[in-house]
C-alpha cells in the first residue's frame, strides 16, 4: 500500500503532466489561426462589435485532456481524505470516505454524511469545511467539482475561442469610446473582442490576444482555460498538503 496521502500526490503530479500537454496541444491549435475577423452592428445598442468567428473545428484533444485534469485534481482531493481517515480511525481500509462539496455550506456538511458507514473522522470535518467547497466559497474549488460532473459530451464541446485583451497596430480611431470585451456565443462560435460606440470609425490595425476557454458551461466568466486549470492545480495541492499536515498534527 502506498505511504499516507502519496496517492494523492501522484494524481496531482500526472494532473501537471496533462497540464503542460494541454499547453502544447493549445499553442499547436492557436499557431494555426482557426479563425477569422468581421465587425457587425449590435441591434439592441447601434454598437460595432468586432468579432472573431471560429472557421475550423478545434478537435476533441484538448477537452479530453481537460477531462483527465479535472479528474486527477478532483481525485486527488478524496484520496487525501481517505488517507486522513486511515491515519486519524485506525481502520486500514475506511469506507464511505469522500471531500465533502455542496452547493451551499449545509450541503457541505450534510455530504460528509452522504454513504452509509462514512468514516470521515469527526476531528478532521471542521478543517475540510473550512476550505468552503461550495458555491461562493473563498476556495475555488466547487467549480471544479461542477466541471468534474458535467457529462462527457459537453465537456467535450466546451471549447471556445477567448480574448486575453486587444492590441492596436497603426491607424486611427474617431468618435468611439471603446469597450474590451471577451463575449462568447457557443452556437455560432463567434467572440467579441471590442465594441464601439454608435457613429465611430475605425482604420486600424487590431490584434486580440486568442486564448481557448470553456465555452459553455457558464463557471469561470471569461478566464481562459490555462488560468483556470493553472489556478486549480495551485489550490488542490495548497489543500492536500494541509490536509496532511492537519492530520499530523491531530495525530499527536
Not at 461562493?136 to 485583451?165: C, D, F, P, T, Y
Not at 474590451?180 to 455560432?188: M, R
Not at 471590442?194 to 487590431?206: C, D, E, N
Amino acid at each position: 500500500m502506498l505511504k499516507p496521502f502519496k496517492s494523492s500526490k501522484i494524481l496531482i503530479a500526472r494532473a501537471l503532466e496533462h497540464f503542460n500537454q494541454f499547453q502544447h496541444v493549445e499553442r499547436g491549435i492557436l499557431a494555426k489561426k482557426p479563425y477569422s475577423f468581421f465587425t457587425d452592428i449590435d441591434p439592441e445598442t447601434g454598437e460595432t462589435r468586432c468579432k472573431v468567428k471560429v472557421v475550423t473545428d478545434l478537435g476533441d484533444k484538448l477537452p479530453v485532456i481537460a477531462f483527465d485534469i479535472v479528474n486527477c485534481l478532483r481525485s486527488s482531493l478524496d484520496h487525501a481524505v481517505y488517507d486522513s481517515a486511515r491515519a486519524l480511525g485506525g481502520n486500514p481500509k475506511p469506507s464511505g470516505t469522500k471531500f465533502p462539496f455542496g452547493k451551499t455550506a449545509a450541503d457541505a456538511r450534510a455530504d460528509l454524511d452522504r454513504y452509509k458507514g462514512n468514516e470521515v473522522p469527526v476531528a478532521i470535518r471542521p478543517f475540510l469545511l473550512a476550505f468552503e467547497p461550495y458555491q461562493g466559497g473563498k476556495e475555488a474549488i466547487w467549480e471544479l467539482n461542477e466541471l468534474r460532473n458535467q457529462k462527457i459530451h459537453r465537456i467535450l464541446q466546451a471549447v471556445a475561442v477567448g480574448s486575453g485583451g486587444v492590441g492596436f497596430g497603426n491607424g486611427y480611431i474617431a468618435n468611439a469610446t471603446i469597450s474590451t470585451a471577451s463575449e462568447w456565443e457557443h452556437v455560432n462560435g463567434e467572440l467579441t473582442y471590442m465594441r464601439l460606440q454608435p457613429g465611430a470609425k475605425m482604420q486600424i490595425q487590431v490584434n486580440p490576444t486568442i486564448s481557448i476557454g470553456f465555452g459553455d458551461i457558464g463557471l469561470f466568466g471569461t478566464k481562459s482555460a490555462v488560468e483556470i486549470i493553472g489556478d486549480f492545480l495551485k489550490i488542490i495541492e495548497r489543500i492536500v498538503l494541509a490536509i496532511e499536515v492537519e492530520t499530523k498534527r491531530l495525530i499527536v
